[in-house]
Structures are given as structure tokens and as C-alpha cells.
């Protein structure tokens, strides 16, 4: 039993899930073949990927049992079938954006490797897996006993749907938010040009638009919400689902493809490449290497002082002899310490332009 509603957001649901399964499978093509190394981030998304697959499969179950029909038009044997499905899908939802947003916090971490980067990115991991255990669980749960969720005629106790509905939502936002604007400050103290810099906050800015999908999805969950016909308003709730879930894997995946585009667009990457080395090189000459350089020369009963690197003149460690010449040259060497300023630049360059 199935309607053109349903079937126009099934549709929907199916481009976007196939969208971001390639998007998938092209980053771990660059992670294992081209970049030859994974990390936690790339497990986790695709975690997420098979969660959002299992959405787009009791997707399809809503849909044939009568999802985008009017209420009463639907036998109860069907709508019984279709509320089941319906169940499924809230926690399978949950799982797959819960993941998402971790994959990119932890790609945050690996891109970002400065300590007050990762304690950031540690204490909103701590948030997804406090909040997102309740959401997940609190969706299984929904009903004591769980079958009262599709039998109303079952003695028990359900929590307010709507209640769960607006406040889960309401901590997807908050997050996106949150984890939008977490490497923003970073971004914009590194040491680049500035079209590379703004092209980098424009990469890590993608995230903006799972929060956009995640507001237009609140819209359709208020909709739904005040309906008296929920099966037939029912599939803007879901595609929005289907949409935001799905963003989140594709704008977190895009940021690890740099390597695969460089090979496939040369021309467009060499340039910014080619940039990249030479501020790099810059970089390094003024942190690495002998930074200051001291000398004087003496020569009979007169004593010529040279200057150092930066211009200042040095009197120290001069020699003085009534005879002959002596040199005398300080040299002073500073290394820079590992994970500095430019070492996060370097990496995060690599790994996210």
C-alpha cells in the first residue's frame, strides 16, 4: 500500500543516501589507496553511512505500509506494520547523526593537534555520548512496554513524543553550532594568505548546512506535531530526516578528500600547493636553523664590531690583541618545538585543503 507522498520522499531519501555513499567510498579510496592511513574519524563515518543505510531500508517499509495515506484510509493490519517501522527509525536516525558529528570532531582532533584544540574536541565527545545515549535510548524506549508505541490498546506508560522530538532536536542544533564554529578561532590565527585561509573556514564551514537541515527539519516536526492525520504529514519529518542525516556524512567526508581532487583537478590544486611550500619554507627559516649570529673583528689596538641578523650591533665575546687579527664569532641556534604553530599549519593543510 503505498502513496505518491511517500514514494516522493522515498525518492528523496534515496538520492541523498546514495550521494553520500559514494561520497564514502571516495574517501576511504583516498584514506587507503591514495593517503595510505585511516583513523578514527573514517570508522566512525562509516558507521554512521550504515546506520543511514538501515534508515533508507525501514524508510522504504513506512512507505509501503501506507506512509503519505490518509489515517483513515489505512487498514489497521497495515498501519499497525507502518507504526513499527516508524519506532525503528527514530533510534536508527539518532545513531547515524550521533556519529557523524563524532566523526568530525574526531577528524578535528587529528587535523587541529594543539592540547587546547583536543580538549575542546574531548569535552564535546563527552556531550555526544551522554546526550546521544538518551536519544537512542529514550527512542527504543519510548513506550513500557515497548509494543504500547504501535497498540494504544496496551496497558503501559509512553513518554510525551513531542517532547522528545523538540528537545532532541533542540541539542542537534545547539551541537552544530558548537561543532561549526569549534576550529574557527584556530583557522583564523594560522599564518596563511588569506584566500587560502578563508577557502579552509569555507571547508570546515560545509557544517553549517546540517545545521540548516536540522532547523528545517524542526519545522516539519512542529507540523507534524498539531496534525490529526500523522501518516499523511508524516513524510516531511522523515525526508528531513533522511536529509540531515545523510549532510552530516557527506560534509563530513569532504574535507578528506583534498588528496583525490589534487589528483583528479592538478591544475586547480598545484597552485595552492605550490603556495602552501613556499610560506611553509618561509616558516621554517625564521623558526629553525641559527636565529641570531654574533662576530667581531680586532685588528691592531682598533676593534670593529659586526652586527647580527636583525640589524642590532654586538660587543660580546671581542678579543682584544695588540697584534694580528682575531675573529671571533657566537653563534645561537632555537629550534622549534614539536607541535608549533607552523606544525599544525603544515599538518593541517595537508590533510583538510
Not at 178 to 204: D, N, R, Y
Request: glycine share 6%.
Amino acid at each position: 500500500m503505498e502513496g505518491p507522498r511517500g514514494r516522493q520522499a522515498l525518492n528523496v531519501s534515496i538520492v541523498f543516501t546514495s550521494f553520500s555513499t559514494f561520497i564514502v567510498a571516495c574517501r576511504f579510496y583516498t584514506r587507503l589507496y591514495l593517503v595510505k592511513q585511516t583513523g578514527a574519524d573514517d570508522w566512525l563515518i562509516l558507521v554512521s553511512l550504515i546506520f543511514s543505510l538501515t534508515f533508507l531500508g525501514l524508510f522504504a517499509g513506512e512507505t509501503f505500509h501506507g506512509m503519505g495515506i490518509h489515517f483513515k484510509d489505512i487498514p489497521p493490519n497495515i498501519l499497525k506494520k507502518q507504526l513499527i517501522f516508524f519506532w525503528a527509525t527514530v533510534p536508527i536516525y539518532q545513531t547515524s547523526l550521533i556519529t557523524a558529528k563524532a566523526s568530525i570532531l574526531f577528524q578535528y582532533r587529528r587535523v587541529f593537534p594543539t592540547k587546547r584544540m583536543r580538549m575542546a574536541c574531548n569535552a564535546m565527545i563527552a556531550v555526544l555520548a551522554l546526550y546521544g545515549t538518551w536519544t537512542i535510548l529514550s527512542a527504543w524506549l519510548n513506550c513500557i512496554p515497548v509494543s504500547k508505541f504501535w497498540d494504544d490498546s496496551v496497558p503501559g506508560h509512553c513518554l510525551s513524543k513531542e517532547g522528545l522530538w523538540f528537545s532532541n532536536s533542540a541539542m542537534h542544533i545547539l551541537t552544530d553550532v558548537i561543532i561549526l564554529i569549534l576550529p574557527m578561532p584556530v583557522l583564523k590565527s594560522l599564518q596563511l594568505p588569506k584566500k587560502q585561509k578563508i577557502a579552509l573556514m569555507g571547508v570546515f564551514a560545509l557544517g553549517g548546512f546540517v545545521c540548516i537541515t536540522s532547523i528545517l527539519r524542526l519545522k516539519s516536526l512542529y507540523v507534524i506535531s498539531k496534525s490529526t492525520d500523522p501518516t499523511w504529514d508524516n513524510p516531511g519529518a522523515a525526508t528531513w530526516s533522511a536529509v540531515e542525516c545523510n549532510v552530516a556524512i557527506i560534509c563530513a567526508s569532504l574535507p578528506s578528500l583534498r588528496p583525490l581532487l589534487s589528483r583528479l583537478f592538478p591544475r586547480i590544486f598545484s597552485h595552492l600547493s605550490s603556495n602552501q611550500k613556499s610560506k611553509y619554507g618561509r616558516s621554517r627559516s625564521r623558526i629553525t636553523g641559527f636565529s641570531n649570529i654574533n662576530a667581531s673583528v680586532t685588528a691592531g689596538d682598533h676593534e670593529y664590531s659586526m652586527y647580527d641578523m636583525e640589524g642590532r650591533r654586538t660587543d660580546e665575546h671581542v678579543f682584544k690583541s695588540m697584534s694580528g687579527i682575531k675573529v671571533t664569532t657566537e653563534f645561537s641556534q632555537q629550534s622549534a618545538p614539536k607541535g608549533d604553530e607552523t606544525s599544525s599549519e603544515r599538518k593541517l593543510v595537508l590533510n583538510a585543503l
